[in-house]
T-cell receptor, first 112, second 120 residues
Framework: AQKITQTQPGMFVQEKEAVTLDCTYDTSDQSYGLFWYKQPSSGEMIFLIYQGSYDEQNATEGRYSLNFQKARKSANLVISASQLGDSAMYFC?????????FGTGTRLTIIP | GAVVSQHPSWVICKSGTSVKIECRSLDFQATTMFWYRQFPKQSLMLMAT?????????EQGVEKDKFLINHASLTLSTLTVTSAHPEDSSFYICSARDLGIAARSSYEQYFGPGTRLTVT
């Protein structure tokens, strides 16, 4: 079974609109964490946001917020006021212990 | 802070030769480093976890004799692809954990820029 599922292989969004990237996960651990990374065409992995399983409030980092619904095992990334520079691959990842398992990614394209 | 470098950024080698990729944490000490492989348009797959001064732990299906990992210091880990073949062509990315106070999360991994390996 997939540990991390990203069901949107690609998304096109108009500039300045908000966008939600979906991520669901599967784990039997009580302590775990969810990350979102951005990978532009150059290849580097850029950390966006982190949510720990015991964090009661949804994480926010600037224009990024994580909609964490623990009972549904979902950790969707919300990008507000999208910009052209947001066009990239986005990966959701789950931490179990020290290991990260990545989803298959969503390619986000921002349309001017 | 928390910068990880990789060298080389890209390499082309002939089939049957070996190639070494370096991963360095530039401004922090990394007791643990991770090596990932990413095939085109696919996700990152963890290959191995490298702890300073001890043997690497390989994920299931990864040949430890083919992908030699050495983590001799707190700032350097190396991955050597031995007897490379065209199917080893991939994007190799390392990451490192910073256990210092600079980390936004004690579990955060800082990623290097990656090394693109092409085996002809």
């Amino acid at each position: 079974a997939q540990k991390i599922t990203q069901t949107q292989p690609g998304m096109f969004v108009q500039e300045k609109e908000a966008v939600t990237l979906d991520c669901t996960y599967d784990t039997s651990d009580q302590s775990y964490g969810l990350f979102w990374y951005k990978q532009p065409s150059s290849g580097e992995m850029i950390f966006l946001i982190y949510q720990g399983s015991y964090d009661e409030q949804n994480a926010t980092e600037g224009r990024y917020s994580l909609n964490f619904q623990k009972a549904r095992k979902s950790a969707n990334l919300v990008i507000s006021a999208s910009q052209l520079g947001d066009s990239a691959m986005y990966f959701c990842a789950m931490r179990e212990g020290t290991k990260l398992t990545f989803g298959t990614g969503t390619r986000l394209t921002i349309i001017p | 802070g928390a910068v990880v470098s990789q060298h080389p950024s890209w390499v082309i080698c002939k089939s049957g030769t070996s190639v070494k990729i370096e991963c360095r944490s530039l401004d922090f000490q990394a007791t643990t480093m991770f090596w990932y492989r990413q095939f085109p348009k696919q996700s990152l797959m963890l290959m191995a976890t490298s702890n300073e001064g001890s043997k690497a732990t390989y994920e299931q299906g990864v040949e430890k004799d083919k992908f030699l990992i050495n983590h001799a210091s707190l700032t350097l880990s190396t991955l050597t692809v031995t007897s490379a073949h065209p199917e080893d062509s991939s994007f190799y990315i390392c990451s490192a954990r910073d256990l210092g106070i600079a980390a936004r999360s004690s579990y955060e991994q800082y990623f290097g820029p990656g090394t693109r390996l092409t085996v002809t």
